[in-house]
């Protein structure tokens, strides 16, 4: 079975790639299959952009689709940037610059009330229009100052105390242990071994 991975993070591809390693599945991207599919991210919640995400791919392009939708939760800031993670800054700039927005709109905040946490809502569409949704999330703390080259958006400024490193400063497979990320990958893992066993032929 193919599975297309229904994102343009090249991020998010790369440690998909690493979640669903040893899936008797063949993972495609978007860019591929020559795919362009605009999906406005108007949602209110995670679940709602992920599952707009992976219908739309799934419809696309024939194949199971999986999207996710993350994002970063700070609670000094009332949960943002939250859903709007990616589109902090008006979504034009770079990662480093919606960080650097992030830790200006944090000064002043002291350790103690510098908790977050990492979320990410995996949806997986058939091609018949069933979708499937698990979910992950990571706790962890607001540096003042950014470390770290691993990773991508908010990963160098997001402290893991039991780890005593940033998330940029963790390697791939480890990173995946911990994230947000890699615990939906868990379930997700599932769902698609469920799909495959169950209805292997009607989603092939
Ligand atoms: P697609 O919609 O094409 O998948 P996107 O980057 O726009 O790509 P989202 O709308 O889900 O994806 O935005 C999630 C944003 O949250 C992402 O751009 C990062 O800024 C942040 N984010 C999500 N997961 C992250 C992670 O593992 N590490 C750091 N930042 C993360």
């Not at 079975?1 to 998909?16: D, F, H, I, Q, S």
């Not at 020559?34 to 991210?41: D, K, N, S």
């Not at 709007?84 to 927005?101: K, Q, W």
């Not at 962890?140 to 100052?145: F, K, P, T, V």
Request: charged fraction near 30%; include cysteine; charge should be negative.
């Amino acid at each position: 079975m193919r599975v297309l991975l229904a994102t343009n993070n090249p991020g998010k591809v790369r440690e998909y790639c690493e979640i669903l390693d040893g899936l008797p599945v063949e993972l495609v991207t978007p860019q591929e299959l020559g795919l362009a599919v605009e999906v406005p991210e108007t949602g209110e919640t995670y679940e709602e952009n992920a599952r707009r995400k992976a219908s739309a791919y799934a419809a696309a392009s024939g194949l199971v689709a999986l999207a996710d939708d993350s994002g970063l939760e700070v609670d000094a800031l009332g949960g943002e940037p939250g859903v709007r993670s990616h589109r902090y800054d008006g979504g034009l700039g770079s990662d480093a610059e919606r960080y650097r927005l992030l830790l200006r709109r944090l000064e002043g905040v002291p350790p103690e009330r510098r908790t977050a946490r990492f979320r990410c809502v995996i949806a997986i569409a058939t091609p018949r229009g069933q979708v499937h949704i698990c979910e992950g999330e990571c706790s962890g703390l607001i540096l003042g100052e950014p470390r770290g080259e691993g990773g991508f958006g908010y990963d160098p400024v997001f402290w893991l105390p039991e780890l005593g490193r940033t998330m940029a400063e963790l390697a791939p497979e480890e990173k995946n242990r911990v994230s947000h990320r890699g615990r939906a990958g868990l379930k997700a893992r599932e769902i698609l071994l469920r799909l495959l066993a169950a209805d292997g032929p009607e989603i092939a």
